[in-house]
Structure formats: C-alpha cells, structure tokens
C-alpha cells in the first residue's frame, strides 16, 4: 500500500503532452523493474513501456516513437513522457513495479491509477 505514488495525469488535445511521474521508495526504485500500464473502458490492461533497474527500456508497438520512460536516481521517480497523444491513448494509467527472484518468487506493486484523457 503506498508505495507508488503516481502523478501527472489530465485533460489533453490530441498532438499534446502530459508527463506522468511515479515516486517510490529507495529500495524498490533500486532493484525492481518499473512500467507503465494502461486500461481503458471495457479493455484488459496492456503494458505500456518498462524500465530495468540498469535502464533497459521496453515499448507497446503503439506508443514507439512517442512515449519515453525514463528514470531519475537522485528522486528515486520514473516518468513516462507522451507526446503526440491521440485519443486511442485515453485510459487510466498505472505504474507497476516487479521483481522476480532466481528462486522465482515475484514481488509486484501497483499505483493507485492516474487518468489519461485526449479530446478536443
């Protein structure tokens, strides 16, 4: 409970930009690795784009070359960049964190969402 805290979210027109931001705890920015999801009305929840604790990055194929997530040490925060929104881009945004171990047990969080919305 609590340990991502999500901010960023609103009202957009398509073609604008939001940034999203999650800030956690030293510990889990450290070792785990951080994403981004999405869920829109009456969809199941898609990944969006993770980040490594080594900077590694991933990307859903419909936000390449528009979305950016990126990770800051010194706030122990990863952001997701959006750019060029379109309305198809219009869900609730959630950050998730995830560590699995060699043994194979799974440590997983969730923020508590931040809504996305892109209309004119």
């Known amino acids: 409970q609590g340990q991502l805290v999500e901010s960023g979210g609103g009202l957009v027109q398509p073609g604008g930009s939001l940034r999203l931001s999650c800030a956690t705890s030293?510990?889990?920015?450290?070792?785990?690795?951080m994403g981004w999801y999405r869920q829109a009305p009456g969809k199941q929840r898609e990944l969006v784009a993770a980040?490594?604790?080594?900077?590694?990055?991933d990307y859903s194929d419909s936000v390449k070359g528009r979305f950016t997530i990126s990770r800051d040490t010194a706030k122990n925060t990863v952001y997701l960049q959006m750019n060029s929104l379109k309305p198809e881009d219009t869900a609730d945004y959630f950050c998730?964190?995830?560590?699995?171990?060699?043994?194979?047990?799974?440590?997983?969080?969730w923020g508590q969402g931040t809504q996305v919305t892109v209309s004119s």
């Open positions: 030293r510990t889990i920015f450290g070792i785990y690795t």
């Open positions: 980040i490594s604790s080594g900077g590694s990055t």
């Open positions: 998730n964190a995830i560590l699995t171990t060699s043994g194979g047990r799974k440590f997983e969080y």
